[in-house]
């Protein structure tokens, strides 16, 4: 058997063609086009920060996906990665003085993993109900002694504020705000948001990434074929607690201020909420969740003050319809419905 890697000419013109052609690609290409031309198109400062505000927890709930939708446990405290990242970025630029962006991003990633291997060490071996509520519990700690300023790093519930980093030694932070989000940070979240879609799409599709569904479909059959289930488990949780770390750094140069309440057991429920809306399993489900969820809580605050019963309701009604599927997942659903009755008629 030849052992000689392929080289371009042994791919066919063919192929490469049906690769570039390919819909979902042609399709996210001009999407991304589009939201990278949008704040110069519109000149909307609104509108900007709100996109940004749905980018970053898009990542996150992307992150969330890994350990619910393709390892199958559910957790409820992915505040503490989340919170871990934007608390990295405000304490590293305040008693480290570090002000360029890519440094705190990785700094953010490198921390919530850690947090995520501990958390993950500590809840890996339990399950279904009883994994929630450890991670739950490990999350509450960190809350706690975020509240209470241990350590003096977190100021308690006054928060922290922060500056505007740098990139890559350009004082792009001497900028006026407005052009900062607008004309720089906004398509650094895009960018970062288009490559995490593009590294779980190749990660999740890989052999671990099939090891995980592998888990999550019949873990006894699993174990029985030699998998090691509980180190998959904590390597999904560390590579979700990176990448939900990833959206909480962005999240905090968008907000200027952190508190300890991006690390309470609400922002937890808000990403599951996420998660739930898109569709549990569907790569692009969370994406959609975020967007779905941050626009509605939008929509709901403008007409009534009444917003959690709005939130509650339409989760209510996207699970018993639509159950796991989300909105994702339903809206693919319906048009392979409509492909089959065109094919047929």
């Known amino acids: 058997m030849s052992t000689r890697l392929p080289t371009f000419g042994d791919v066919k013109a063919g192929e490469i ?3 570039l052609l390919d819909k979902r690609l042609l399709a996210g290409s001009a999407l991304f086009v589009f939201l ?31 350990v619910l939708g393709y390892t199958g446990l559910l957790s409820f405290g992915h505040a503490a990665f989340f919170g871990a990242g934007m608390y990295t970025v405000v304490i ?11 440094v705190l991003l990785v700094l953010a990633m490198i921390v919530a993993g850690v947090v995520g291997a501990i958390i ?37 519930t006054d928060g922290i504020g922060l500056t505007r980093p740098d990139f890559l030694g350009l004082p792009v932070s001497e900028v006026p705000a407005q052009f900062y989000l607008m004309g720089f940070y906004y398509h650094v979240i ?21 090891t995980l569904k592998m888990i999550r479909e019949n873990e006894t059959r699993a174990e029985m074929s030699g998998v090691p289930i509980l180190r998959y488990r904590l390597y999904s949780m560390i590579l979700s607690a990176m990448i939900v770390g990833l ?25 599951v909420f996420m998660a739930l809306l ?15 969820f941050i626009l ?50």
């Open 92 to 102: 590293a630029m305040e008693r480290a003085g570090i002000t360029d962006l890519v």
């Open 17 to 19: 063609k049906g690769v």
């Open 190 to 210: 895009l960018v970062c948001l288009t490559a995490t879609i593009l590294l779980l799409w190749v990660v999740l599709r890989s052999p671990f990434g099939l």
């Open 120 to 156: 993950g060490a500590l809840s890996v071996k339990t399950h279904e109900i009883y994994f929630a509520l450890l991670t739950l519990a490990l999350a509450q700690l960190l809350f706690v002694l975020a509240t209470r300023d241990v350590g003096g790093l977190t100021r308690g």
């Open 247 to 271: 959206g909480g750094a962005l999240y905090a140069v968008v907000v200027g201020h952190i508190t300890p309440e991006y690390l309470d057991w609400t922002m937890s429920g808000e990403i």
């Open 278 to 292: 898109g569709g549990i399993g569907t790569f692009l489900g969370p994406v959609v969740g975020a967007g779905g």
């Open 296 to 345: 509605l809580q939008e929509l709901a605050l403008s007409v009534t003050t009444y917003w959690h019963f709005t939130m509650g309701l339409v989760l209510f009604v996207v699970v018993l319809t639509l159950r796991e599927k989300g909105i994702w997942g339903g809206a693919k659903e319906l048009l392979e419905r409509l492909d089959e009755r065109r094919d047929n008629s």
């Open 36 to 66: 990278a031309l949008y704040p110069a198109l519109t000149m909307n400062a609104y509108h900007t920060r709100l996109l940004a505000w749905i980018m970053c927890f898009a990542i996150a709930a992307l992150g969330f996906n890994i």
